[in-house]
């Protein structure tokens, strides 16, 4: 027994922080009766039904600045993003129009990008054979509007989950590449079964209370509702109740719906880059966690949020290390598979 077990059973009920019961790993309650694969595979098929409007997230939003440009790539397509004096957000093609030089590394002067080769100035209105695509900041996250690479109906907005209000909230933005594509991260995402198993230094007494149907059509029925404990250190954790939904094809939020954080989300966007030198796919998480309190102690967090944000991506990529090692092996046993139909004449195209 623990020196702190007469301590733990009189631990006041209405804190957040909570006594986690002793358990084992290898003595938790299986879960993979309940993770259908054919459940998970239905649900992931109507994610991919829904709309995007062909919005990319491609960058946290404090990474652009207007003192310098900043490269990404989306799609194989090239970009570079900048602010203007009044901090308004641009995005355009990122080679030079005139002999393709590289206007990540070009110089802001006036709000206009110059390049470094020959000093052509390319600003926020088209000209020269180059247009600026259109971009959104929604204070947390960077998107563009690639309508030639969605080829969806386009939307003149993303599609935002709701958030905790900017004036209360702290967030923190995470980035990983993993060779796999959007569709296999979003899988990931939409087996909240296996979150104790396999990240049990984060996640511990997991329970899926509410799961989609299988046949469900009603996208305001499609979200899973969890009740897990959070693990922060030692014996204590703080347990919630949490729902995942996938608004668009590329997203999945989880929202706490009861407990500490209510309303606290963590949106997990999936951006395509393009091919890498093997020719296998490779695909960006970007991972916004977005918390909120009432808690008094939480104002306090809020004013010193550039020393908490580190940790809150340090945590975030932990877990995102192993959930791309998922998200990856589906990725090769998907490929695997259709090479094996492939070359019985079955089939030509990667399924999701």
Same mark, same amino acid.
């Given at each position: 027994?623990s020196?702190?077990?007469?301590l733990?059973?009189r631990?006041?009920?209405t804190?957040p922080?909570q006594?986690?019961p002793?358990?084992?790993?290898?003595?938790?309650q299986?879960?993979?009766?309940?993770?259908?694969?054919?459940?998970?595979?239905?649900v992931?098929?109507?994610s991919?039904q829904?709309?995007?409007?062909n919005w990319y997230?491609?960058?946290?939003?404090?990474?652009?600045?207007?003192d310098?440009?900043?490269?990404a790539t989306?799609?194989?397509?090239e970009?570079v993003?900048?602010?203007?004096?009044?901090?308004?957000?641009?995005?355009?093609?990122?080679?030079c129009?005139?002999?393709?030089a590289p206007?990540?590394s070009?110089?802001?002067?006036?709000?206009?990008?110059?390049?470094r080769?020959?000093?052509?100035?390319l600003?926020?209105d088209?000209?020269?054979?180059w247009?600026?695509?259109p971009?959104?900041?929604?204070?947390?996250?960077?998107?563009?509007r690639l309508?030639?690479?969605?080829?969806?109906p386009?939307?003149?907005?993303?599609i935002?989950p709701?958030?905790?209000?900017?004036?209360t909230h702290?967030?923190?933005?995470?980035?990983?590449?993993?060779?796999c594509e959007?569709?296999?991260i979003?899988?990931?995402?939409?087996d909240?079964?296996?979150?104790?198993w396999?990240h049990?230094?984060s996640f511990?007494?997991? *329970?899926?209370?509410?799961a #989609?149907s299988?046949? %469900? +059509? /009603?996208?305001?029925n499609?979200?899973? $509702?969890?009740?897990?404990?959070?693990?922060?250190?030692?014996?204590?954790?703080?347990?919630v109740k949490?729902?995942?939904?996938?608004?668009?094809p590329?997203?999945v939020v989880?929202r706490?719906?009861?407990?500490?954080g209510?309303?606290?989300?963590? *949106?997990?966007?999936?951006? #395509?880059l393009?091919? %890498? +030198? /093997?020719g296998?796919?490779r695909?960006? $998480?970007?991972?916004?966690?977005?918390?909120?309190?009432?808690?008094?102690?939480?104002?306090?967090?809020?004013?010193?949020?550039?020393?908490?944000?580190?940790?809150?991506r340090?945590?975030?990529?932990?877990l995102?290390?192993?959930?791309?090692?998922?998200?990856e092996?589906?990725?090769q046993?998907r490929s695997?598979?259709?090479?094996?139909?492939?070359?019985?004449?079955?089939?030509?195209?990667?399924?999701?």
């Amino acid at each position: 027994m623990s020196i702190l077990e007469p301590l733990y059973r009189r631990w006041p009920p209405t804190w957040p922080l909570q006594p986690i019961p002793p358990t084992t790993w290898a003595r938790q309650q299986p879960t993979y009766q309940a993770a259908d694969p054919r459940l998970i595979t239905a649900v992931l098929d109507r994610s991919q039904q829904r709309p995007s409007g062909n919005w990319y997230v491609f960058a946290a939003s404090d990474t652009i600045h207007s003192d310098r440009p900043l490269g990404a790539t989306v799609a194989g397509i090239e970009l570079v993003a900048w602010r203007d004096s009044r901090q308004q957000l641009h995005v355009g093609p990122g080679a030079c129009p005139h002999l393709g030089a590289p206007l990540a590394s070009a110089v802001l002067d006036c709000d206009t990008l110059v390049c470094r080769w020959h000093g052509l100035r390319l600003g926020p209105d088209a000209g020269h054979g180059w247009a600026p695509f259109p971009s959104h900041d929604d204070g947390v996250l960077a998107w563009v509007r690639l309508d030639h690479i969605g080829n969806e109906p386009s939307l003149d907005a993303p599609i935002i989950p709701a958030r905790p209000p900017a004036d209360t909230h702290l967030a923190a933005v995470a980035t990983l590449t993993g060779v796999c594509e959007p569709v296999d991260i979003i899988a990931n995402r939409l087996d909240p079964w296996h979150g104790a198993w396999f990240h049990p230094y984060s996640f511990t007494h997991l *329970e899926v209370l509410d799961a #989609p149907s299988r046949h %469900g +059509t /009603d996208d305001d029925n499609d979200r899973f $509702v969890v009740a897990v404990t959070f693990r922060v250190g030692g014996r204590l954790g703080v347990p919630v109740k949490a729902e995942f939904t996938s608004p668009e094809p590329r997203t999945v939020v989880m929202r706490i719906v009861d407990g500490e954080g209510t309303d606290s989300v963590v *949106e997990t966007h999936t951006t #395509p880059l393009g091919s %890498g +030198t /093997d020719g296998h796919p490779r695909t960006c $998480v970007i991972e916004a966690v977005i918390a909120d309190s009432p808690r008094p102690g939480f104002a306090v967090a809020r004013r010193v949020h550039r020393a908490l944000s580190p940790v809150l991506r340090s945590a975030a990529i932990r877990l995102w290390r192993d959930d791309l090692a998922y998200a990856e092996r589906r990725y090769q046993q998907r490929s695997y598979q259709q090479r094996s139909l492939t070359g019985r004449g079955i089939g030509s195209r990667l399924s999701p």
